[in-house]
């Protein structure tokens, strides 16, 4: 028997690889940015440790820019930070 592939993520801020299982999913979609616990939702995305301390960073360092090589404006982050204190 062989063993099955579970799929890797890198995580947007500290740049850890993890099972994908583990990381929040951010969505670019066209209703704007969101996170994506379900992992169900259709769009780019970027992933990030459920830590808290990867989360405030992420915000921090606005690593999101980087992961979809756009300028994403600070009320995003503001969004993102609310929707994601349960998870740190």
């Known amino acids: 028997m ?4 579970e799929p890797q993520r890198m995580c947007c801020f500290c740049r850890k690889r ?3 299982k583990e990381l929040i999913r951010i ?3 066209p209703d704007g940015y969101v996170a994506d616990p ?8 970027a992933y990030v440790c459920p830590e808290r301390g990867c989360i405030d ?3 921090r360092r606005r690593a999101l820019d980087r992961s979809f090589r756009v ?3 600070d009320s995003v982050y503001q969004e993102l930070s609310k929707e994601l204190e349960g998870f740190g």
């Open 18 to 20: 993890r099972p994908q």
């Open 2 to 5: 062989t063993a099955s592939h």
């Open 38 to 45: 379900s992992g169900q939702l259709f769009g780019r995305s």
């Open 57 to 59: 960073g992420m915000i």
């Open 27 to 29: 969505v670019k979609s």
């Open 71 to 73: 300028h994403v404006s």
